[in-house]
């Protein structure tokens, strides 16, 4: 992964990234305290392509 921040789908608030994340894991928001999963949009290692999903469980 990459350091930096990814956007929570619920209240866009920047959502802290470190290098030990993995597609997959579940990273909390500090704003409004929702569980996310962390995704990738395509299978090119594009910083861009990583976004944050509400996990449904
Ligand atoms: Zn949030």
Known sequence: MFEGYLECP???ADVPVSQEDK???EL???CCL?????KKKSDAWDRD???LDEDYG
Do not use: E, N, P
């Open 23 to 25: 597609i997959g894991d």
């Open 10 to 12: 619920l209240c866009d």
């Open 34 to 38: 929702a569980s996310l999963k962390l």
């Open 28 to 30: 909390f928001c500090a």
């Open 49 to 51: 392509d990583f976004y």
